[in-house]
């Protein structure tokens, strides 16, 4: 079992930042990886950013949105720069582990609005 635990969502301006962050309950330098989606409403959940083996971030968020790993403290991070409106969602941290399985956190809401 691996918990995940969210934080650092809030209400942002347009043009803003926000860093979220995620801490594991086990050694993430164990995982196959660690990543990011989000959900907004109506729409179906997806993938953000991924960081393991290689790293990944959606089209949308490319340049703008930066994921790292704090091995030492078992957490990962997202830094969200020049916010915009619709990257408004419940943004959820993902854990795969070996040699299979995969765990959420509860999520955490980022609202991007003026």
């Known amino acids: 079992q691996v918990q995940l635990v969210e934080s650092g969502g809030g209400l942002v301006q347009p043009g803003g930042s926000l860093r979220l962050s995620c801490a594991a309950s086990?050694?993430?330098?164990?995982?196959?990886?660690m990543g990011w989606y989000r959900q907004a409403p109506g729409k179906e959940r997806e993938l953000v950013a991924v960081s393991g083996s290689y790293t990944n971030y959606a089209d949308s968020v490319k340049g703008r949105f930066t994921i790292s790993r704090d091995n030492a403290n078992n957490t990962v991070y997202l830094q969200m720069n020049s916010l915009k409106p619709e990257d408004a969602a419940v943004y959820y941290c993902?854990?795969?582990?070996?040699?299979?399985?995969?765990?959420w956190g509860k999520g955490t809401l980022v609202t991007v609005a003026s």
């Open positions: 993902n854990a795969e582990i070996y040699p299979g399985g995969m765990y």
């Open positions: 086990r050694p993430i330098f164990r995982f196959k990886s």
